[in-house]
């Protein structure tokens, strides 16, 4: 995304430009808003809880779920810098070793 919004500066258009990373800004802080209710509503379910054993089930779900959601990110990058070409060399990994991307 950032890429079709830098190749619109690149026109001569960067008012618009500056305007569609601060929509972007915008979403970014509403989503982080959205954590914060959801941090809130899961203290309302551990409040409720009776058992320790269900907090403790509950702890080790949102860790791994978090170590899942981490790890995608962390592919991603690496996926990026694999298909990036940065002049000194003809191909990234990603097109060396023939990787299937799904488009």
């Given at each position: 995304?950032?890429?079709?919004?830098?190749?619109?500066?690149?026109?001569?258009?960067?008012?618009?430009?500056?305007?569609l990373?601060?929509?972007?800004?915008?979403?970014?802080?509403?989503?982080?808003?959205?954590?914060?209710?959801?941090?809130?509503?899961?203290?309302?379910?551990?409040?409720?809880?009776?058992?320790?054993?269900?907090?403790?089930?509950?702890?080790?779900?949102?860790?791994?779920?978090?170590?899942?959601?981490?790890?995608?990110?962390?592919?991603?990058?690496?996926?990026?810098?694999?298909m990036?070409?940065?002049?000194?060399?003809?191909?990234?990994?990603?097109?060396?070793?023939?990787?299937?991307?799904?488009?």
């Amino acid at each position: 995304w950032i890429g079709v919004f830098l190749g619109d500066a690149e026109t001569g258009d960067s008012g618009e430009s500056v305007r569609l990373l601060r929509m972007l800004r915008l979403a970014r802080i509403v989503r982080l808003v959205r954590l914060l209710k959801l941090k809130w509503i899961m203290d309302i379910i551990n409040d409720h809880m009776d058992s320790e054993y269900m907090s403790v089930v509950i702890n080790i779900i949102k860790m791994i779920v978090l170590l899942l959601c981490l790890n995608h990110l962390i592919a991603c990058i690496w996926f990026e810098i694999g298909m990036n070409r940065d002049g000194v060399y003809a191909m990234g990994w990603v097109e060396a070793y023939e990787v299937e991307v799904w488009e």
